[in-house]
Nanobody
Framework: QVQLVESGGGLVQPGGSLRLSCVASRAILSTFTLYTFGWYRQAPGKERELVATFTSGGSTRYADAVKGRFTISKNNSKKTVYLQMNSLNPEDTAVYFC?????????WGQGTQVTVFS
């Protein structure tokens, strides 16, 4: 398994920005590069939703709610996946989770809280 640790969450006012990191420090590089990564979020009373995807082939996809505002990226050398979040609004408030998967393997981080308030 690959251990994933998220960081970078916090409190921010509407219109602000945050950058989340997901570090797979224990993974070997060859394993990390084979994974597809996704950022998910879950707000109280809502289903966990997929926010952004970065495939092993380098393609990215975004949920309609965050298109144009969020950017997912990956640094293989650092074994880290990022989620840059701009123009945040209160609807973005949630716990954000990082997931890495390939074949039958699926690994989740424990989440980081993002709160947008005015």
């Amino acid at each position: 398994q690959v251990q994933l640790v998220e960081s970078g969450g916090g409190l921010v006012q509407p219109g602000g920005s945050l950058r989340l990191s997901c570090v797979a420090s224990r993974a070997i590089l060859s394993t990390f590069t084979l994974y597809t990564f996704g950022w998910y979020r879950q707000a109280p009373g809502k289903e966990r939703e997929l926010v952004a995807t970065f495939t092993s082939g380098g393609s990215t996809r975004y949920a309609d709610a965050v298109k144009g505002r969020f950017t997912i990226s990956k640094n293989n050398s650092k074994k880290t996946v990022y989620l840059q979040m701009n123009s945040l609004n209160p609807e973005d408030t949630a716990v954000y989770f990082c997931k890495g998967s390939t074949g039958n393997r699926e690994d989740w981080g424990q989440g980081t809280q993002v709160t947008v308030f005015s």
